[in-house]
């Protein structure tokens, strides 16, 4: 049971190639998917070692029953690829279609990209109608314009010169430019970003510039470098398997097969985000929901940050108390008074099985109440819930303060032959199980704030309010550590991670 | 990239003087400044709408990367319009944003605002007050456009209510200027419009 899970570097087969994957997190994936695997042997313990992510599924060695891939209402099966992997799959889609079309690849990567890189769908409606497909993907002009000019010069409709006619040159549309106008517009385009979407320059014409045009075109070789580097981006954007990461300067790219909103963790630089949307991972909130709660923060954090400051007096005694650990019953350091830090009230009604502090109580009777009320009201009510989203994210930096007291103290432990550190790796993971479930709680109140009323945000919010209870004394128990019972603890991670997954399995309708 | 903007606009420039429709159409253009990177628009408000008769004027400021991309238009005469703000006179129209061809010129933006003014598209709003008001109370809408021509822009069409209640919401000590939009915005309704100048 001490025994940690050994760090490990998966390799997945897929059907055309073979992937390294980066991914530490999905350790549970390799029990019950065996044939999918074979384990690597080159192990590479930096990867783990560091790692101290807000989501740590690395509990293999806890009593929790790890639940099964179908259970788990957090699985996600996904892929860490490096750029020249994820190039190679994009490549190899394009060749596919190539071959299967009887096209240039020039042409293919413009239809994926079109078509959100949906092979089938392009196969089907090539069959259907060629001509069509091509006209609809903005790739060939339903009307194909005619130069009926006999002249051998002509005036280049952007630039007003009169150049030679063999200067001029056209895409499908048939609307000729002169080589200076296209350099130059294909240069301020890349500029702006633009490479994929880059149109014909004839007003009206929105037919799309294949990417052997515009590479032939530009004069710049660095241009032309900054071309296909943004087009490759704009084609894993395009891609509805594939996402970059968004950690700052990491280039990893993550496939998943569905499109969800799921938990995914770069191997690389540790960012936990939701595979859907790209911000940080938000469950049991769907994505629409967060944005409208972040944007809401944002506008409001005036108002909230100032209400919601960082000390607190003791409802007793009434000496000031600065918040230094991540629990939220707190012990008044003066008069020993113990109660909960968001509603300030006796700690002790908290303790029993219902933890009403979560849960706001609105006013019934708002409907008669005037305008002004009514507006105090919503402010209230969403103070309400934005204290205890921030409180937890308050909470969660200073629990990042208490893992660090824990590994040192285990650090002077083992100095002083008191146990191994694998004898006192259970409390590394109490603090890890904490931040997870901590972290799953805090995204609980955006979910809470834009329930409707009823029965189902009153079963959210009594489960909302178990898991409460159970984190806070989880908190408690972490915190002080050293006097609590090895047993008791691992019992408290047991039931906190169960509750947690039981509001999961409820509420995450994905 | 600088001088292909100015030659281009020179070149224009020529364009737009020497085409009759600056007389069919009353557009034109004239000059800034030597650089060739800021102009003024005039168009005719178009006949058979509320800004008949009035002429209306616009900034044009040419970027460096034209006509790569699009000049930077908006009015500067005070105009009353769903895709223009009235506060602002910025302009919505997709031909100055993405729609932005290189082959176009100052001649098609001026001749596209012009069939602005005439068709507008209050479902693509700039002004939110104004496109409200165009698409629930049309009447309003054309007495308070020609009332804003006729003021701002030199338009034959007095509206005598409309400025008796402005000299009325004048009298309780308001600014002319800001008793006309807030009369405007509130439907020419005085105690809301006096209610919001208030707040």
């Given at each position: 049971m001490n025994q940690s899970a050994p760090p490990q570097l998966m390799c997945r087969q897929f059907e055309f190639q073979k992937i390294k994957m980066t991914d530490t997190v999905d350790m549970k994936s390799q029990n019950s998917d065996d044939s999918d695997y074979d384990e690597s042997d080159n192990m590479d313990e930096d990867?783990?070692?560091?790692?101290?992510?807000?989501?740590?599924?690395?509990?293999?060695?806890?009593d929790i029953d790890k639940p099964k891939k179908s259970d788990d209402p957090e699985y996600f099966e996904f892929d860490l690829l490096h750029l020249e992997d994820a190039e190679r799959l994009l490549n190899e889609e394009v060749e596919a279609l190539c071959s299967k079309l009887k096209i240039d690849p020039s042409l293919a990567k413009m239809l994926l990209q079109v078509h959100g890189w949906n092979k089938e769908s392009i196969i089907e409606r090539h069959i259907i109608d060629h001509g069509k497909l091509l006209i609809d993907s903005k790739i060939k002009p339903a009307v194909k314009y005619k130069d009926t000019c006999f002249s051998n010069y002509r005036t280049c409709p952007v630039c007003y010169l009169t150049v030679q006619k063999d200067q001029m040159h056209s895409i499908s549309c048939g609307h000729q430019f002169c080589k200076e106008c296209w350099d130059s517009f294909f240069q301020i385009q890349i500029q702006q970003g633009i490479t994929t979407g880059i149109e014909c320059m004839e007003k009206d014409c929105n037919i799309l510039v294949p990417e052997d045009f515009i590479c032939s075109a530009l004069s710049k070789p660095d241009f032309r470098d900054r071309y296909s580097t943004r087009s490759f981006t704009d084609h894993i954007e395009g891609h509805p398997q594939l996402r970059f990461c968004p950690g700052p300067n990491c280039s990893v790219i993550v496939r998943a097969k569905e499109n969800k909103a799921k938990k995914v963790e770069c191997g690389q630089c540790k960012t936990i985000f939701c595979f859907k949307c790209g911000i940080?991972?938000?469950?049991?909130?769907?994505?629409?929901?967060?944005?409208?709660?972040?944007?809401?923060?944002?506008?409001?954090?005036?108002?909230?940050?100032?209400?919601?400051?960082?000390?607190?007096?003791?409802?007793?005694?009434?000496?000031?108390?600065?918040?230094?650990?991540?629990?939220?019953?707190?012990?008044?350091?003066?008069?020993?008074?113990?109660?909960?830090?968001?509603?300030?009230?006796?700690?002790?009604?908290?303790?029993?099985?219902?933890?009403?502090?979560?849960?706001?109580?609105?006013?019934?009777?708002?409907?008669?109440?005037?305008?002004?009320?009514?507006?105090?009201?919503?402010?209230?009510?969403?103070?309400?819930?934005?204290?205890?989203?921030?409180?937890?994210?308050?909470?969660?930096?200073?629990?990042?303060?208490?893992?660090?007291?824990?590994?040192?103290?285990?650090?002077?432990?083992?100095?002083?032959?008191?146990?191994?550190?694998?004898?006192?790796?259970?409390?590394?993971?109490?603090?890890?199980?904490?931040?997870?479930?901590?972290?799953?709680?805090?995204?609980?109140?955006?979910?809470?704030?834009?329930?409707?009323?009823?029965?189902?945000?009153?079963?959210?919010?009594?489960?909302?309010?178990?898991?409460?209870?159970?984190?806070?004394?989880?908190?408690?128990?972490?915190?002080?550590?050293?006097?609590?019972?090895?047993?008791?603890?691992?019992?408290?991670?047991?039931v906190a991670e169960k509750r947690r997954q039981t509001l999961l399995k409820d509420f995450l309708e994905i | 990239?600088?001088?292909?903007?100015?030659?281009?606009?020179?070149?224009?420039?020529?364009?737009?003087?020497?085409?009759?429709?600056?007389?069919?159409?009353?557009?034109?253009?004239?000059?800034?400044?030597?650089?060739?990177?800021?102009?003024?628009?005039?168009?005719?408000?178009?006949?058979?709408?509320?800004?008949?008769?009035?002429?209306?004027?616009?900034?044009?400021?040419?970027?460096?990367?034209?006509?790569?991309?699009?000049?930077?238009?908006?009015?500067?005469?005070r105009i009353w319009h769903p895709n223009i703000s009235s506060v602002t006179g910025a302009i919505c129209l997709d031909i100055l944003k993405d729609q932005w061809a290189a082959a176009m010129t100052l001649r098609t933006v001026l001749l596209s605002l012009q069939a602005l003014l005439a068709a507008a598209e209050p479902d693509d709003p700039q002004d939110a007050v104004v496109a409200k008001q165009y698409k629930d109370c049309q009447e309003i809408f054309i007495k308070t456009a020609r009332h804003w021509t006729n003021i701002y822009a030199g338009g034959?069409?007095?509206?005598?209510d409309l400025e008796n209640k402005i000299t009325q919401v004048m009298g309780m000590g308001f600014d002319e200027g800001k008793a006309r939009v807030a009369l405007s915005s509130h439907n020419w309704d005085i105690e809301r419009a006096t209610e919001n100048l208030l707040s």
């Open positions: 990867d783990e070692d560091d790692y101290c992510g807000y989501y740590d599924n690395d509990t293999d060695d806890l940080d991972y938000h469950c049991p909130t769907d994505c629409g929901t967060i944005k409208k709660w972040l944007t809401k923060c944002a506008d409001d954090s005036e108002t909230a940050n100032y209400i919601s400051a960082n000390t607190k007096d003791c409802p007793k005694c009434h000496v000031c108390i600065e918040k230094n650990g991540g629990c939220n019953h707190v012990q008044c350091t003066k008069c020993k008074h113990d109660f909960c830090w968001m509603c300030l009230g006796d700690w002790k009604a908290h303790g029993s099985e219902y933890y009403e502090c979560s849960r706001y109580k609105e006013n019934p009777n708002i409907a008669n109440e005037s305008a002004h009320a009514q507006a105090r009201e919503a402010l209230k009510k969403y103070l309400f819930y934005f204290e205890r989203w921030e409180n937890h994210s308050k909470s969660l930096e200073l629990e990042e303060q208490t893992l660090l007291k824990i590994t040192s103290r285990i650090q002077d432990k083992v100095m002083n032959n008191a146990g191994t550190w694998i004898d006192w790796q259970y409390l590394l993971d109490a603090a890890g199980l904490l931040r997870k479930c901590r972290y799953s709680l805090q995204y609980t109140y955006p979910y809470a704030y834009f329930m409707e009323k009823g029965a189902r945000k009153q079963l959210f919010e009594y489960q909302q309010a178990q898991l409460e209870a159970e984190v806070e004394n989880l908190s408690w128990k972490v915190e002080r550590a050293e006097i609590t019972d090895r047993g008791d603890l691992e019992n408290q991670m047991d | 990239m600088a001088n292909i903007a100015a030659a281009r606009i020179q070149r224009e420039f020529k364009e737009v003087v020497k085409s009759e429709e600056v007389e069919r159409c009353k557009i034109k253009v004239s000059l800034k400044n030597d650089m060739y990177n800021e102009l003024e628009g005039t168009i005719a408000g178009p006949p058979d709408t509320p800004y008949a008769g009035g002429t209306f004027k616009l900034e044009i400021k040419i970027p460096e990367t034209y006509p790569f991309n699009p000049p930077k238009v908006k009015f500067t005469t034959p069409h007095r509206e005598l």
